[in-house]
């Protein structure tokens, strides 16, 4: 009897341990040791003082949490964020936990993997969570459910941020409200934030790249009571399950949710790396099907261990969505929606590739039947997959409720940002400080919620007319989310140099790539004279100092880790370890620090410092120079004008058997977008690395299929390559497909009441249903923007009707480029427009916008476009340029 008490009670007290555990899986908390393990010894005792935090006093599931976040945080959270900003956030984790009242029904790996990782995508991390979780929690604790939280939520995230294109650098959450706008990943990042910090679990979604139309998008999912429901982020809806997107993304070919850790949930897990693991979510969006890729040597035998990409062919290249290993058999397997998809499979220096008919079949076999110098040419015709009506996904009095708070959260967000400072009170400040008016109120404007910080860098700063020059040759959103103090830094270490185009460029510029912008100068110019690399009083001829640099840096241990985030400089000094990109960042750091112009090639994005007017590029394993040859593309004229680099046609480089796109044009003034022409880029030959390439080109039908190509080239050292630029023609005939009743009316702008919509007896005319402050209309606009020179010569009427009177006033033209001269713009009363459309053209869902509807005099309709569609712009001129 008292053995059987024994028992028991060693059964009761041993339950009760693991109860206290975090992880409490002994295997899967033992992996994750196990990771932590070697994560540490990555840093090795360089990066020791990193996990000191360690040493402080915690409890027994915070020590597992934090080892878990630290197991499988990129380096960047670990070197430049450090441990006691970990360990804050898992206790606010743990405290919402606790508070919300669904904290304790989150399962523990849905909350390990959905609700304590502080990241939810590229951005750099703040304070968000401690700052959300205060101004949350009492507003969502009172929603009966989960559901009405994510909602209340998401009202919430609308209230301080509203669509806007911005630039490919992620801002943080907090800089992204005090700029109150953002792209659609700076949206779901803070979005993301906002859920997990009162608990409920979120993950980011996205498609890397559209099948249908030239661009990308990101959502969220959030977990709720046992499923996965989406929601467009800062874009409520009156029930989960709907958003713009709902429609287009019926066309995704692959859509992934990019979650924390090794995740082991039940779900198709495309892979799993040393920090994150891939969830194929496509099936909860399309039509799909699982298929095989079989991957032979060339003498048919399986090649395992084969690396295999499914590429989408968007924005003039072949994209990678995803990355898969070959396994024994030579094969992969991976759920795809039912459209076509081009795959390369390589392995070592061989490669092979052909596209995938989903729709048709399941297998692909391709043979790694290339390698060095051969030359191939090849067309294909992709066909992404097919949208399908639905019936409209909430009820009219749903939607009006909806709209309503809309109107008030709008209101809300424009008193913030009406506390911005103004024009007039900036050039009123400038004349104060003693600084140029016009400079001065530029910077201010484009700083948006950050103006303070702008005030305060002329307030404290010695030189101004250097701060205006360090100002003058950021981005835009480096205005809006980098303090005065990091400003400083980078004027007081830049006062003794000279001033020119290149210095200020390459030398003052503190941004290298895409990395956050941190105060390095101080830090580096200390570390080089501590490490007697810069001695006070020596002069150092500049080839030497770049020596001296080169063999400083080669101090630096690159650790083979997915580099998610580049690393800050600083962030590197403090570990003396980065991935291979960060490490090249810090090197441009390193010259800039100290005078010498360096930056990362446009074209190889390989560093280079500048000797004797002369750039070199720095090969860290080499340590000499890359050969290069010219090259040059003929182009003899056809379907589309002038061709736009990433959009009609990008050049790739094919290193061990892969492609990687090179920056010839660059697209990154905006987060996407076509780059420069061809006339502009190839008004002489460019000078390319020697190697082997591959010519991608592609033009795009109405319907989204691509009409693509892909020819391989090669450039020999000191020599010149020439080739033609071929592409191919899209033949599309006008077809009726449907007629609307005469007259449509609309409320012209600065009226009252409905005219008529005047249809001229020749060619076609516009109508547009927008939706002001929506993505998918911005997009649209933007089209129109970018056109305004081919729409005027073309001369037909173009109508943007909103879809009522106040969403009309929130229509700002001077947020867009100037719009064709032929745009009428009004608004639709009481919806008659809109439902007439609808009824004629038989459609149930009117929330879809923009819908765009081409007709001849007669109602005839030749063209329908309902929802998000990039590229718009392009297929509305390519049909009313038609006879």
């Known amino acids: 009897m008292k053995r059987i008490v024994s028992i028991c ?14 992880i409490t899986d002994p295997a899967y908390r033992a992996m994750v040791e196990e990771d932590f393990q070697r994560k540490r010894a990555v840093f090795g005792e360089s990066g020791a003082a990193l996990f000191g935090v360690f040493d402080s006093v915690m409890t027994l599931p915070e020590r597992e949490a934090l080892t878990f976040l630290y197991a499988y945080s990129p380096l960047v ?3 430049f964020s450090g441990g006691e900003y970990l360990l804050d956030n898992v206790r606010l984790a743990f405290r919402a936990r606790e508070e919300m009242p669904w904290g304790l029904s989150v399962p523990e790996n849905i909350f390990r993997h959905f609700v304590l990782p502080v990241r939810g995508g590229k951005e750099y991390l703040d304070t968000a969570r401690a700052v959300f979780f205060r101004e949350l929690k009492e507003r969502v604790a009172a929603c009966g459910n989960m559901e009405q939280a994510a909602l209340e939520v998401n009202h919430w995230c609308h209230e301080n941020v509203i669509y806007k294109p911005t630039n490919a650098r992620t801002s943080s959450p907090l800089a992204t409200r005090l700029r109150a706008y953002g792209r659609c990943g700076e949206e779901s990042v803070f979005t993301l934030a906002a859920l997990r910090a009162v608990g409920i679990p979120a993950r980011q979604i996205y498609t890397p790249r559209w099948a249908h139309c030239d661009d990308n998008h990101a959502w969220i999912e959030v977990w709720i009571d046992g499923e996965w429901k989406y929601l467009g982020a800062c874009e409520p809806e009156p029930r989960l399950n709907i958003a713009w997107f709902t429609l287009p993304v019926q066309r995704a070919m692959y859509v992934e949710a990019e979650v924390f850790g090794k995740y082991g949930g039940d779900e198709e897990i495309v892979f799993t790396n040393d920090n994150a693991s891939a969830v194929n979510v496509t099936s909860r969006y399309t039509r799909t099907k699982r298929t095989v890729v079989q991957v032979t040597d060339s003498l048919g035998r399986p090649a395992g261990g084969a690396r295999v990409e499914y590429k989408i062919f968007n924005y003039g290249e072949y994209y990678p969505v995803v990355t898969l290993v070959a396994d024994a058999r030579g094969e992969t397997a991976l759920t795809l929606g039912e459209g076509d998809i081009m795959v390369w499979a390589s392995d070592g220096g061989c490669f092979g590739f052909g596209r995938f008919p989903v729709g048709e079949r399941d297998t692909l076999v391709i043979a790694l039947d290339k390698g060095a110098g051969d030359a191939f040419a090849t067309e294909f015709d992709l066909v992404p997959p097919v949208q399908r009506d639905i019936e409209a996904l909430s009820t009219a009095g749903e939607r009006a409720a909806n709209d309503r708070r809309l109107v008030r959260e709008d ?17 009123g400040k400038a004349v104060e400080l003693g600084v140029d008016t016009a400079r001065f109120a530029r910077y201010v404007r484009l700083a948006r919620g950050n103006y303070a910080e702008i005030e305060r860098l002329f307030r404290e700063v010695g030189d101004k007319e250097r701060a205006m020059q360090l100002l003058d040759v950021v981005a835009e959103k480096d205005l809006q989310d980098t303090p005065a103090r990091v400003w400083l830094d980078h004027v007081a270490g830049m006062r003794d140099f000279p001033d020119g185009e290149l210095f200020r460029e390459y030398v003052l510029n503190p941004r290298v790539q895409n990395e956050l912008i941190t105060a390095f100068r101080q830090p580096v110019r200390e570390a080089l004279s501590r490490d007697s690399v810069l001695v006070d009083g020596e002069r150092i001829a500049p080839r030497e100092l770049a020596e001296r640099l080169l063999r400083y840096i080669e101090k630096v241990r690159v650790a083979d880790y997915p580099a998610k985030v ?10 003396g370890v980065a991935d291979a990109l960060s490490r090249n960042i810090f090197f441009v750091a390193l010259c800039r620090a100290v005078g010498l112009p360096a930056r990362l090639n446009p074209v190889s994005g390989k560093p280079e410092c500048c000797l004797e007017d002369m ?8 340590r000499q120079a890359v050969p290069k040859g010219q090259f040059m593309l003929h182009y003899p004229g056809t379907p589309v004008g002038d061709p736009k680099y990433f959009l009609n046609f990008t050049v790739g480089k094919i290193e061990n058997g892969q492609v990687r796109t090179i920056d010839l ?13 061809y006339s502009q880029i190839f008004a002489a030959p460019v000078l390319l690395e020697a190697g082997d390439y591959v010519l991608s080109t592609g033009n795009r039908r109405g319907d989204g299929a691509v009409f693509a190509g892909m020819t391989s080239f090669r450039v020999e ?32 702008e600065g009226a009252e009441s409905p005219v008529k919509i005047t249809l001229p007896r020749e060619g076609y005319t516009a109508i547009a249903i927008v939706e002001a402050e929506k993505e998918p209309t911005n997009h649209l606009l933007r089209d129109m923007g970018s056109m305004k020179e081919e729409f005027d010569r073309l001369g037909l009427p173009f109508y943007f009707v909103f879809r009522d009177k106040d969403n009309s006033h929130k229509f700002h033209r001077s947020d867009f480029r100037p719009f064709p001269s032929g745009v009428c713009w009004g608004y639709d009363h009481d919806g008659v427009l809109l439902g007439q459309l609808a009824e004629d053209l038989q459609f149930r869902d009117t929330s879809t916008l923009p819908l765009v509807v081409l007709l001849n005099g007669d109602g005839e309709v030749a063209f329908v476009s309902r929802g998000y569609r990039v590229g718009l712009g392009t297929q509305i001129m390519n049909v009313m340029s038609r006879k």
């Open 9 to 22: 009670l060693l059964v009761l007290v041993l339950g009760a341990c693991e109860r206290e555990h975090f």
């Open 77 to 79: 959270d670990i070197s």
């Open 411 to 427: 209101s809300l967000r424009n008193a913030y940002v009406a506390t911005f400072m103004t024009a007039e009170a900036a050039r």
């Open 566 to 575: 580049a690393t800050p400089p600083v962030g590197v000094l403090r570990a």
């Open 615 to 622: 750039w070199y590029t720095v090969d860290f394993a080499a």
């Open 665 to 677: 044009g660059s697209n990154a003034a905006v987060d996407m977008g076509a780059g420069a022409s």
């Open 717 to 748: 050292a000191d020599g010149q390559t020439g080739m033609e630029l071929r592409v191919r023609p899209v033949e599309e005939r006008t077809e009726i497909v449907g007629k609307v009743r005469l007259p449509l009316s609309f409320v012209p």
